[in-house]
T-cell receptor, first 116, second 110 residues
Framework: DTEVTQTPKHLVMGMTNKKSLKCEQH?????MYWYKQKAKKPPELMFV???????INESVPSRFSPECPNSSLLNLHLHALQPEDSALYLC???????????????FGNGTRLTVT | AQSVTQLGSHVSVSEGALVLLRCNYS??????LFWYVQYPNQGLQLLLK??????LVKGINGFEAEFKKSETSFHLTKPSAHMSDAAEYFC????????FGAGTRLTVKP
């Protein structure tokens, strides 16, 4: 059982659609992350939220819009995506976002996104 | 920035044989190192972590890793492979956020 829950598990969308990915954790973690993982590649960091504030945006195109409504929820809003955006999108959380924090990240099972 | 390098994108072993997956880190300060496993169509599951202290770290599913500062290595081992160990393995370093190596796919032959 994963302590980070992502919905939906699978999503197929057209290039003109608007959709959202959702992530939820109830471990009291104050750092939440979005990663993108292409086939046979490692996860690549997209965004980091610390205490509900965006702390890192790894030069992600604006067609990806993150949102952190509260400390337990993380959304990723998708609009006008391209076929090359098809990937596994992973959400993760950790107690804090800090160089002194040696905690592991807890990952959800991801959303498999296909853009047609 | 800290980074990790995994040597070998694919490792194949026979069931019951020793598993050795290699990871080297690049860091000017003591790093926080992790091994994760990813089964098909799933997220990443933590196997073990090194922060400070004991250099031999035991994890889940019979895996362990040894931190060797002199070699800047953090290799993952398991004495006897099982078919269920077939998966993708990622070495990672935490420096604020988590950065991953390229991954090693482990295949276990019957």
């Amino acid at each position: 059982d994963t302590e980070v829950t992502q919905t939906p598990k699978h999503l197929v969308m057209g290039m003109t659609n608007k959709k959202s990915l959702k992530c939820e954790q109830h471990m009291g973690h104050r750092a939440m992350y979005w990663y993108k993982q292409k086939a046979k590649k490692p996860p690549e960091l997209m965004f980091v939220y610390s205490y509900e504030k965006l702390s890192i945006n790894e030069s992600v195109p604006s067609r990806f819009s993150p949102e952190c409504p509260n400390s337990s929820l993380l959304n990723l809003h998708l609009h006008a995506l391209q076929p090359e955006d098809s990937a596994l999108y992973l959400c993760a959380s950790s107690p804090r976002w800090s160089r002194e924090d040696n905690s592991p990240l807890h990952f959800g099972n991801g959303t498999r996104l296909t853009v047609t | 920035a800290q980074s990790v390098t995994q040597l070998g994108s694919h490792v194949s072993v026979s069931e019951g044989a020793l598993v050795l997956l290699r990871c080297n880190y690049s860091s000017s300060v003591p790093p926080y190192l992790f091994w994760y496993v990813q089964y098909p169509n799933q997220g990443l599951q933590l196997l073990l972590k090194y922060t400070t202290g004991a250099t031999l770290v035991k994890g889940i599913n019979g895996f362990e890793a040894e931190f060797k500062k002199s070699e800047t290595s953090f290799h993952l081992t398991k004495p006897s492979a099982h078919m269920s160990d077939a998966a993708e393995y990622f070495c990672a370093v935490r420096d604020n956020d988590m950065r991953f190596g390229a991954g090693t796919r482990l295949t276990v032959k019957p």
